[in-house]
């Protein structure tokens, strides 16, 4: 499924250069923010062949990630005398996303409408009321395919993919018309599992 999605969303870049365009920019009005990392976003329970392949492009994402603090996966292990074995996998419970957003407010309403598909306020007759969380509350969550650019300027063959992810946190930002940096959105995930994967399969 993620090979597919995969090319589906390089085929759409191929076609319009948005993903190329925008890193250009963001690098030319960050000259210090040169390698960027591509995170695309789509819901885990995406079907292509219920939406069809021409609305592909609307269900996926792509943000750019200024860092990214995460753990992987591990072991643990119980000791029998003077021998430790394998007890159970440990799996990674949160990530931490440092997002570059835009004039547009691009990351933050896409935050916002993410948020919503957990828990959202009601409203009566236009009065703000309480928070109701959504029925199915696996449609909130995405997967994430994170691609690290290397210093020559060409994407990694490691990359990151992240399953289960939903929308946890996000940290205070600082708007300031003086700073000349980009705004980073610090947002916290849950997650289900984070694996290594190279773009012809999984690594883990």
Not at 113 to 120: E, L, Q, R, Y
């Amino acid at each position: 499924m993620a090979n597919a999605v995969l090319t589906a969303k390089k085929a759409a870049d191929a076609l319009a250069l948005p993903t190329l365009a925008a890193k250009e920019l963001l690098q030319i009005f960050s000259p210090q923010n040169k390698n960027l990392f591509e995170m695309i976003l789509y819901p885990e329970n995406l079907s292509v062949s219920a939406i069809g392949w021409a609305a592909l492009d609307t269900a996926m994402t792509t943000v750019f990630i200024q860092s990214i603090d995460m753990n992987f996966f591990g072991i643990e292990y119980e000791r029998y005398n003077h021998e430790q074995g394998a007890k159970d996998i440990v799996y990674p419970e949160e990530a931490t996303l440092h997002l570059i957003d835009n004039e547009e407010a691009f990351v933050r309403l896409y935050l916002q409408k993410w948020m919503a598909d957990t828990v959202a306020l009601r409203t009566f007759s236009g009065i703000p009321g309480d928070y109701v969380f959504a029925n199915n509350q696996d449609a909130a969550k995405k997967t994430a395919i994170i691609i690290p650019q290397m210093g020559t300027g060409l994407p990694s063959l490691c990359w990151i993919r992240i399953d289960g992810m939903r929308f946890k946190s996000m940290e205070s930002i600082t708007l300031a018309q003086d700073s000349g940096e980009p705004l980073i959105i610090s947002v916290q995930v849950a997650v289900d599992n984070v694996s290594l994967m190279s773009p012809i399969g999984s690594l883990l």
